[in-house]
């Protein structure tokens, strides 16, 4: 199962991802959680500790690692270099491991549209196939807030999107966008998930205006979120209400 966590910025994209990616992990699967936002903060919302967190970056960043495997450096256009570089021993000796979830940090995916031929481009996208061909049973993909990161590859990347709403009418116009999208790109297998719900007007608001896409699930707004991120806490162990919605979404996907 490939997932990919989409949504307008803060809706809860991370949150959600770092809450069933825990949830798969203690249903005893094998799973990779993919940070695809250049501002990578996955890791904080599982509660990654500090020593292990220090040893994340993400791939579209390594310059040195990028001019070694393309014979190239970043942002250099034209000129030759490897489009299809080796990237086999990047996902185990970049991510880490943690109570059963491992963690790997690329930075966005889809790198300004189809037109930009660049060596990490190139990088992204051969990992990214890469990626494809694991044999881990969940991929987890958290994507970056909005509709611009949303490509080709993604789409054929995943079987799946989650697509995150708060009870607002703006994160729903994104939701119909990314749909939109998805659907032309060939992608049906869309869900809804709303967060920050609450009450039951909320969650009535979003049943009733959810672009077409199945709801899979509400997650209750709590401010144990807060104060697990102030603490250093994962959401999954600090706030249970939350837990049992994403243990809820996890069993509903299966
Ligand atoms: N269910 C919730 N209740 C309260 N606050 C939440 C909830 N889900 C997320 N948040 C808060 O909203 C903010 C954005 O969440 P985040 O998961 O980083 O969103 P995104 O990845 O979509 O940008 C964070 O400060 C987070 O603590
Ligand atoms: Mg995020």
Known sequence: MKLAITGKGGVGKTTLTALIAQAYADAGKQILAVDAD????????????????????????????????????????????????????IPERFSVL??????????????????????????????????????????????????????????????AMLVVVEPTRRS???????????????????????NKVRNADEAKFLEEETPGLPVLGFLPADLLVQEADRLGIPVYDHVPSLKDAAKNIVDKIK
């Open 38 to 89: 250049p501002s990578p903060c996955l890791a904080g919302a599982l509660g990654f500790p500090d020593a292990l967190r220090a040893k994340l970056a993400p791939i579209s960043e390594m310059d040195d690692l990028i001019y070694e495997r393309t014979g190239a450096k970043k942002g250099q256009l034209g000129g030759f270099f490897t489009i299809n570089p080796r990237v086999d021993d």
């Open 98 to 159: 943690h109570r059963g979830v491992r963690l790997l940090e690329m930075g966005a995916v889809e790198t300004g549209g189809s037109g930009c031929i660049c060596p990490e481009a190139a990088m992204l996208k051969t990992l990214f196939t890469h990626l494809m061909f694991r044999k881990d049973e969940v991929l987890l993909l958290d994507m970056y807030a909005g509709v611009e990161h949303l490509g080709r590859a993604t789409v054929d990347f995943v079987d």
């Open 172 to 194: 729903l116009g994104t939701a119909v966008q990314i749909k939109k999208l998805a659907n032309d790109l060939g992608l049906k297998r869309l869900y809804l998930v709303g």
